[in-house]
Each structure stands twice: as structure tokens, then as C-alpha cells.
């Protein structure tokens, strides 16, 4: 090549805004906890056992469960975690 | 409100030349612009304007010269593009204005509209951010190294290219198709240019490349959890309708296979709009165990059986509208039956390949959609069997009881739970089963397209599409 090639971005041009986690919390004592079922199969012989430890270790658990695993989850069931919940558990696959 | 007058002209133009009384009559009134694209010199009068980057010309949308056009309070309201007298005089309010010349003389085409002019003014209009590889650079590998190709070589998308690609549709460049999984990016009419250069298509192949991203961000097709999926699948694109044929398609021989740019190119793009706008890439959100060959493209058309309903038909279409339908679909799997020559046996050896789709045990889960091929077709033909007859023959042969489908049962542990042994089960869901017709005309071989395990509302329903042109 002799000259510069100009090509034009097949991207969305768009990156997400970068979001810092939370700090882990030191105790789920008195903390209520979610458990997000994603609706696979088994998903929640993994959650039952995850919800005896959790409520062993002082936590309150509260059960959610997604429509269906190949999507997101509705906007509402989201807000109803976070407005419920202070820690949210999510079973991905099987 | 004021009225005022613009004539757009260029010197090199016959007809331009011709109406030079003319334009000297107008540039005395103070109500009159001139503007001339190629030569400041002419007309040879006061206050002409110069256009040399043709952009004025190019955003008034003037296809001829010389064009007279009328504004009241600065909006258009007449113009005449060429030189017609009574035109001209009324647009004006002059009946004397050019009583000397003919009536009629054609003009010529408008600097802004001529390569290269017309193509660079276009690009120059498009939102896309431009990135100029280095002068050192190989082209080829620069958009490798961009991780903008599906690990084959691309067309790179120049500005130029993607003006021309976007010449093949009459939709605005900045209209925003929806949102693309998995980041849930926005993506304009343009982007899908952009990506429909990098895979290779025509212009005239955009339309159907705009048709198939539109289906794919329908909400039952469920894209985000198809490219999400550890399963083999990934968009089929078949299209349906006279487009198909316009455009050069394939839907003989070979018709899934490789060797035709309209079918390799189109199915290409919807990939390379997921993995560069949606961000969707194997091993990051595609969460494939193993994918499927048809995931660097998979698209074909619809043969013409004028004897069966087509797709555009089973999906309440005219007849010849022009349609893509996507299916969440696996490989390809063939059939042989060369000895059948009624439907009944013909119905049950595709029964037999039908039910091993995912899991010969697993029902109700995924579509499939079966390709029949013309020696095929032919056997139902000549019986006068109609697609919803095949359809009916094929659901009652793949009907099986619950014992033969149960945990367990062949020595499988795959299966249903042993409740369920006393009912019995469709393979497919209402609906699952679809048929299409394509193929070459020799050879008693069809396929089965298996689709995705997650199917219907838990998952993607097959979508057809109306093409927009």
C-alpha cells in the first residue's frame, strides 16, 4: 500500500459503561438473600441445598424463578429482587 | 412570506449554455440565487455562487441542471429540473421569461449525482465512525486483528462501498432496526451496510439482509438465547418469493451447500451483524459446546412447487410476496430412500429420520424443518398428497408411547420420567414440524434440520418475514 485506507467501524461503536461490583458482604447474617431459578432442569436440587446453608448461616432466603432460561429476565422480576433482596444468587445452566 | 427563487446550473451543460438569457434575466431581479457547480465563472453575472464541494447541489437533492427552484419563507415549494418554458415562467411568475427559446430541452445530470462525486457525497453522510489503517498496514489482516470477521477474509467496508451497499434499499441509513443480543446494541440500516460489504453481498442483496435482522430481533426468535445456548444451533435463513430468483439464489442443486453469492453472502451478514454490533462471539457470550458449520452462514431459497403451498402461504403471505423465514436449525441430516414410490412408505422412512432429532427419546422439544427434495416431491405429487396431508401422515407416524420414551427404555437414560409411561407423544409440538422444497432434480435424498432443544415459548419459534424493497 502507498496511501492510507480508511474503513468504516461495523460495531455498535458502543461499550458498556463500566460498573464497579459491590463489595462482597463479610457475614449474610440477617441479610435476605434470593435465589434466582433459571429454569433449567435440576437447577433447584442445586438451589434447595444452597438454601439450607444459607439459612444455616443466619440468612433469610427468598425463591425466584425466571420464565424461561433463554431470556432475560423481565425487567419486573428484577426490580422485585432489588427491592426485596440485599443479595441475589443466580443458577446458571445445568 | 418571501418568496425567492435558487437555479442550479453547470457550464458544462448544453442546455445550461442554451438558457444563458435566461439566467441573466433572472440574476437582475435580487429574488434569484445562482449557483453553479463547475465553473465560477459562469454565467458570466454578478452574485453567482459557487458550489465546488457539491454539497448544496447534493442536499437540495438535484438529480438535473439547469433546476429552478421556488421557496416561500425558505421552504420548497415548485421546482422544474431541465428547461421547460411554461414551467420555468410559472414557477417564476414571468410569461415572457425565455420567449426566445424551445420549449422543451432536457438538462443533464447534476454534478452531485456523477461518479465519483455522487458516491463520495453519499459516503460522506453516513454516521459510521471512519479508522484509517496505517499506510504499512495489510488491509486484510488489520480487520482480522479488529476481530471483526468470522475467521474468514472480508470485504473491506471503504466508505464508497457501503454508499453503493446502501443504494440497494430506499430506507433511511439512520433508521434503527432494533436492538441486537447479546449487548442489546442499537443498529441502524447502516450497519447492516456496513456488514453486509464486510461479507460480500450486492446491494441488491440488502434488503433481504435488512428482512433477516429484523426477523432475527423478533421477540419469538429469540436470538439472545441462540447465540446464548451451548446447543449446535444457529440462524437458517431460507427466502421465499420472486426476490429469490431476481437476485440469482439457489434453491437447486446444492442448494445448501456452497458456491452461490447470494446464498453464502446473505446468511453471512445476519452472523457478522450479531458478532460485530451484538457483540456475540464464541467462547464469550456463544456459549456453543460445538456449533454447527452453518453458523458461518446458512441460507438458501425456496424451490417453486407450484403444486405445494410455499412458506410465504403457510405463513398467511400472498402467494409471490417476498419473505425470509429463520429457524433456530443444526446440520444437515440426509435421507435415502430410493425405493419408495407412494407416500405412505416414503412418509414413514422420514418418520424414522425425524425422530432421532437431539435425542430419539427427547419429544416435544426441538422443530425441525424437513427439505424435499424434487425426486421426493415428486412421489407426493403424483399421488395428489398436499403438504398438510404429508404434514398429517408424518405427525401420526412419529406419535410413540410413553414406554418406548421413558428413562430407561432401550437402554437409554435419557428419556422422560417414568410417569409419563401410559401417555403417548408427538415428536414435535404443534406446529414443529415445518416443510420446505429445494433441491436438485436427481437424487431420492431430502433432509432433516434439526432445530435448537429449546423451542416455542421456552425458546425460539421458527419467523417469516416480509422483505420491505
Not at chain 2, 15 to 30: I, Y
Not at chain 2, 382 to 402: E, F, H, I, N, Y
Not at chain 2, 432 to 440: C, E, F, K, P, S
Request: with cysteine; aromatic share 6%.
Amino acid at each position: 500500500m502507498t496511501s492510507s485506507f480508511v474503513v468504516m467501524d461495523p460495531t455498535g461503536e458502543s461499550s458498556p459503561a463500566a460498573r464497579a461490583p459491590l463489595a462482597l458482604p463479610m457475614s449474610v447474617q440477617g441479610k435476605v438473600v434470593a435465589l434466582l431459578d433459571i429454569s433449567k432442569p435440576r437447577g433447584d436440587v442445586f438451589l434447595n441445598r444452597v438454601e439450607e446453608k444459607l439459612k444455616a448461616a443466619g440468612a433469610t432466603v427468598r425463591r425466584y424463578s425466571k420464565p424461561t432460561f433463554t431470556r432475560p429476565a423481565p425487567t419486573a422480576l428484577r426490580q422485585q429482587i432489588a427491592d426485596e433482596c440485599d443479595l441475589v444468587l443466580e443458577a446458571l445452566a445445568d | 412570506m418571501s418568496q425567492s427563487y435558487l437555479v442550479v446550473v453547470k457550464a458544462d451543460c448544453p442546455t445550461c449554455q442554451l438558457v444563458l438569457p435566461v439566467l441573466e434575466t433572472l440574476a437582475g431581479r435580487g429574488d434569484v440565487t445562482l449557483l453553479t457547480q463547475d465553473d465560477p465563472a459562469f454565467p458570466a453575472v454578478p452574485g453567482v455562487e459557487y458550489d465546488g464541494s457539491l454539497e448544496r447541489s447534493f442536499d437540495l437533492g438535484i438529480e438535473i441542471v439547469p433546476a429552478l427552484l421556488a421557496f416561500d419563507g425558505g421552504i420548497e415549494t415548485g421546482r422544474c429540473e431541465g428547461w421547460e418554458r411554461s414551467a420555468w415562467q410559472g414557477l417564476v411568475g414571468d410569461s415572457a421569461l425565455g420567449a426566445d427559446l424551445p420549449a422543451l430541452r432536457p438538462g443533464c445530470a447534476s454534478l452531485s449525482v456523477t461518479p465519483p462525486h455522487g458516491e463520495r457525497l453519499r459516503a460522506q453522510r453516513l454516521a459510521s465512525r471512519r479508522i484509517t489503517l496505517g499506510v504499512e498496514e495489510d488491509v486484510q489482516e488489520a480487520l482480522f486483528d479488529r476481530g471483526w470477521t468470522d475467521g474468514l477474509p472480508v470485504v473491506p467496508p471503504t466508505p464508497e462501498r457501503v454508499a453503493r451497499m446502501l443504494e440497494g434499499t430506499t430506507r433511511d441509513p439512520r433508521e434503527v432496526l432494533g436492538e441486537v443480543p447479546p449487548n442489546l446494541v442499537p443498529v441502524t440500516v447502516e450497519k447492516v451496510a456496513v456488514n453486509a460489504v464486510l461479507a460480500g453481498c450486492k446491494p441488491e442483496y440488502l434488503p433481504v439482509v435488512v428482512a433477516t435482522v429484523e426477523a432475527a430481533l423478533l421477540p419469538p426468535f429469540c436470538m439472545h438465547g441462540l447465540l446464548a445456548t451451548t446447543y449446535f444451533s444457529g440462524p437458517m435463513v431460507v427466502v421465499c418469493g420472486p426476490i429469490a430468483r431476481a437476485l440469482g439464489m439457489n434453491s437447486k442443486g446444492n442448494a445448501l451447500g456452497q458456491g452461490n453469492r447470494a446464498n453464502a453472502t446473505i446468511g453471512r451478514a445476519l452472523q457478522l451483524v450479531i458478532r460485530n454490533v451484538g457483540g456475540g462471539r464464541p467462547q464469550g457470550v456463544d456459549r456453543a459446546t460445538l456449533g454447527n458449520p452453518g453458523k458461518y452462514t446458512f441460507c438458501f431459497a425456496e424451490d417453486d412447487d407450484p403444486q405445494w403451498q410455499n412458506l410465504n402461504e403457510d405463513a398467511g403471505l400472498a402467494r409471490n410476496a417476498n419473505s425470509v423465514t429463520l429457524f433456530a436449525a443444526d446440520g444437515v441430516q440426509g435421507i435415502v430412500d430410493q425405493k419408495a414410490r407412494t407416500p405412505e412408505p416414503l412418509c414413514r422412512s422420514f418418520a424414522e429420520a425425524l425422530k432421532v432429532v437431539s435425542h430419539p427419546k427427547m419429544v416435544q422439544a426441538a422443530d425441525a424443518f424437513l427439505v424435499i427434495s424434487p425426486e421426493h416431491a415428486r412421489v407426493f405429487h403424483d399421488a395428489g398428497w398436499s403438504k398438510a396431508q404429508v404434514l398429517a401422515a408424518l405427525r401420526a407416524d412419529l406419535t410413540r408411547p410413553g414406554t418406548e420414551l421413558i428413562r430407561g427404555a432401550g437402554g437409554m437414560e435419557e428419556g422422560l420420567p417414568p410417569a409419563l409411561a401410559k401417555r403417548s407423544f408427538e415428536k414435535f409440538r404443534e406446529g414443529g414440524l415445518r416443510l420446505v422444497r429445494a433441491g436438485g432434480e436427481a437424487g431420492m435424498f431430502s433432509a432433516v434440520i434439526g432445530g435448537w432443544g429449546a423451542s416455542g415459548t421456552i425458546g425460539s419459534s421458527p419467523v417469516t418475514h416480509e422483505i420491505r424493497l
